[in-house]
Each structure stands twice: as structure tokens, then as C-alpha cells.
């Protein structure tokens, strides 16, 4: 499977295990049609084993751990089951430790599927990939959504509460801390839900060179980067800016029952006072002289892999276009909160391969959300910043001023 692809599931039982290089800590949460857990208790690993319809294996260090699905007994409230994975060892990244998810019938064995998700990072926690209900039918669907905070990161997006614990501090090594016995004793009977698995990689964390959302700027050195809101990756690549073909693509999906669901995407190119210069959508696909082209419209959002790209030759952009802002719009109204899984990645538009990558992990009833904008640095690089920003606005046209706000 490549990333956003999906597959149908044969069988009612099916088997996820995630193998790597190290051992690695694999969790499932069962999610709502809002993305988030219900309690606690929707959150299956090896300190909670079992839940409605879920269950985590550990394969105790000599096979990979596995979260079992047995999709007639998940609640009707549940619309997906995510597969996450982490390194065991504390602050590990993934990077030369791609995992592979299996995807098994777990009653005869039979593989159904595997993923590997390509060129990892300063990830340290990963959405490996999701068993989901739609239109009565479940599916497998490959995601490898990177966190750099860890598993923690993971949990807490999906409504888990994480609790450090008054120990974590005096975990590293430090001699004025040796005194501190009782803090060692909370540790033996932490409370049984997050605290065991999360501690490692929250303590460890502050380390890796991957920032917090917001905070600070990444290049492309070490491959493929996941944004969260907020933050940017400088486009530069072995300290050179990137001045090539980029992809812009854009997905969503129906959020309920597979009904259709037509959003449009577009770009809008600013200049430096971010006064409109023109814009790029189903309706006009050209502009630039050819410089930004658009895929065409998607009028269902079904399928795998992006539904409507726009490709950008950074190289041939005049000087007067310093910003570009991508959006997506809802023409019939159709809001945000009745879409799933809306993301947007920049892709290198000659070797197809994904630089950078921005989910957006909540939905606001809107019509219109900028995803993600792109701005001409003075020493000419280009930098990516993930959005998610909403607004009320169903055609390109109306994205321009909020567009130029937030440049």
C-alpha cells in the first residue's frame, strides 16, 4: 500500500502487527465520528489489553506487537480504529527504522495488505494506519502520520489524557536527584491507563531536533517532513533552496456513509504588499504563464491518493509572486465537519517523491479552510506553513482577503 490508499476487508477479523529493526510499542484507539476517543478506556495497549472489539498481543520481543480488530463487535459509535506505533527505546526516532504494517485475516493468517511508510525523520511516534466503517463496508486505509512529541502527541490529539507523573522529572540522571527515593515509589503503581507506555517518550522528547508546533523552522535534510498546525519547514534541501517543480496535492473524504462530497481546490498567488495577483481553481487552471497548473475538479472526494493537485514551478514564478496560499472551498455548502481525513502534501514534481505533509486533525463547520501557504524568503528559498485556518467561504473568490491576512 502507499500512503492514503485503501483496501477493503474481506475478512471480520483482521490481525495489524508493525515490525521494525528495534522493538517498537504499538497502541490502538478507537475513534468517533469526531476523531476523538471517548474515555480512556478507548485507548488499547499493553497495560490495557482489551477493549470493545480491540485487542493489543504483545509478541514480547521476539515478534512484532499486533492490535487485533474484530469489526462485528466494535461499537456502532466507533468509526475507526487507529494503529499506532512508537520505538520502545526512550527519544528514538524512526529515522533508518522504517516500520512495515502487516494486515492479516486473523483467522487463517492470510496477509491482506503491508505498508511501509517511505523516508521517516525526527518522527518519533507514528499513525501507521486505520481499520475504518464506511458506507456499512470496513476498510484498511495506509497513513504514516509522523509525531515528533512521541506517543503522547498521538494520544493527547485524539482526547487521551496524558498525565506525567510526578517521578518523570527525576528520571535522568542527576546527582542532586539520587536523595529523591520517593519519588521512585509512584512510579511502581502508576495509575492504569496512559502513564507506562507514554512516560518514555514523553521525558525524552525535548531532545529530538524536531520542533514543537509553532516553534521554529525544519529544512528537508532528513527526508520527508509531517507538519503539524502552525509550523514551517524551510524548502532546502542540502543547503540549497529548492527551485524545482513542486505538487500541491490535496485530499478529503466523505465523512459519513460515503456520500459524495465536492470541495474544489485552489492557490491564490500574492505579491509582496500580499496584494491578488490571480488565482488558480477548477475554473481557470492555468495562470502564470503556465507557471501554477491545476489537476482539475473532484467531484465525489472517493478514492485513494490526492483528489485534485496543483503544480507550482517555483523556478519559473516571477519575482512579484512572494505568496501562495492554498485553500479548499465547499461550493454546495457541504461543511467541514462532514469531511474526513482532509490533508495536503507537497510533492517533488519530477521524482514524485513527498517532501512535506500537513493532516488536518479537526473540522470546524465552515465552508472554506486555508491548508497550508507558501512565501518567498529575501535570500530566495521558499518556506511551507501548515494552516488548517477556517472560514466561511465557499468559492475561491471569497478566500482572497482571508488569504492575504494571514500571509
Not at 511502581?188 to 518514555?200: H, L
Not at 467531484?299 to 512572494?322: H, K, M, N, P, Y
Not at 465547499?330 to 495536503?344: I, M, N
Not at 518567498?376 to 521558499?382: C, H, K, V
Request: aromatic residues 6%; charged residues 20%.
Amino acid at each position: 500500500m502507499t500512503p492514503g490508499s485503501n483496501i477493503p476487508l474481506p475478512a471480520a477479523r483482521v490481525t495489524v502487527d508493525v515490525a521494525a529493526p528495534v522493538r517498537l510499542d504499538v497502541s490502538g484507539l478507537l475513534l468517533t465520528a469526531d476523531g476523538k476517543v471517548r474515555s480512556d478506556d478507548d485507548f488499547i495497549f499493553y497495560n490495557q489489553p482489551a477493549g470493545p472489539g480491540v485487542t493489543y498481543t504483545s509478541g514480547g520481543g521476539a515478534a512484532p506487537d499486533a492490535i487485533t480488530v474484530d469489526t462485528a463487535a466494535v461499537p456502532p459509535d466507533i468509526e475507526k480504529i487507529v494503529v499506532t506505533a512508537s520505538p520502545d527505546a526512550a527519544g528514538q526516532t524512526f529515522q533508518g527504522i522504517e516500520p512495515t504494517a502487516t494486515i492479516r485475516d486473523a483467522v487463517g493468517g492470510t496477509v491482506l495488505a503491508t505498508f511501509t511508510p517511505p523516508q521517516l525523520g525526527a518522527e518519533t511516534a507514528l499513525v501507521v494506519v486505520e481499520i475504518y466503517r464506511r458506507g456499512g463496508v470496513w476498510k484498511a486505509r495506509a497513513v504514516g502520520q509522523g509525531y515528533a512529541n512521541g506517543l503522547a502527541g498521538i494520544a493527547t490529539d485524539f482526547g487521551v489524557t496524558v498525565e506525567e507523573p510526578a517521578a518523570t522529572p527525576a528520571a535522568p540522571p542527576q546527582p542532586a536527584a539520587a536523595p529523591a527515593a520517593p519519588p521512585q515509589q509512584p512510579v511502581a503503581p502508576p495509575p492504569p491507563t496512559m502513564q507506562p507506555p507514554v512516560t518514555p517518550p514523553v521525558s525524552a522528547p525535548p531532545a529530538p531536533p524536531s520542533p514543537a508546533p509553532g516553534a521554529g523552522k525544519i529544512n528537508l535534510d532528513k527526508g520527508r517532513v509531517s507538519l503539524q498546525k502552525n509550523q514551517t519547514v524551510s524548502l532546502i534541501k542540502g543547503g540549497r533552496p529548492l527551485l524545482s517543480q513542486v505538487k500541491m496535492g490535496l485530499g478529503w473524504e466523505p465523512a459519513f456513509r460515503g456520500a459524495d462530497i465536492d470541495l474544489d481546490a485552489s492557490v491564490i498567488a500574492y505579491g509582496p504588499q500580499r496584494n491578488h495577483i490571480d488565482s488558480c481553481y477548477f475554473g481557470k487552471l492555468t495562470i502564470l504563464n503556465g507557471a501554477i497548473r491545476h489537476s482539475g475538479d473532484n467531484l465525489t472526494g472517493e478514492g485513494a491518493g490526492d483528489d485534485e493537485v496543483i503544480t507550482v514551478d517555483l523556478g519559473r514564478l516571477s519575482q512579484e509572486v512572494t505568496g501562495l496560499v492554498f485553500t479548499v472551498n465547499s461550493f454546495s455548502g457541504q461543511k467541514f465537519t462532514e469531511v474526513a481525513k482532509a490533508y495536503c502534501r507537497l510533492l517533488d514534481a519530477t521524482t514524485g517523491e513527498e517532501l512535506v505533509r500537513f493532516d488536518l486533525t479537526h473540522a470546524e463547520p465552515q465552508t472554506g479552510v486555508m491548508m497550508a501557504k507558501l512565501i518567498r524568503q529575501f535570500s530566495g528559498e521558499w518556506d511551507m506553513t501548515a494552516m488548517g485556518d477556517f472560514v466561511k467561504a465557499r468559492t475561491v473568490r471569497n478566500m482572497v482577503k482571508p488569504g492575504a491576512q494571514a500571509l
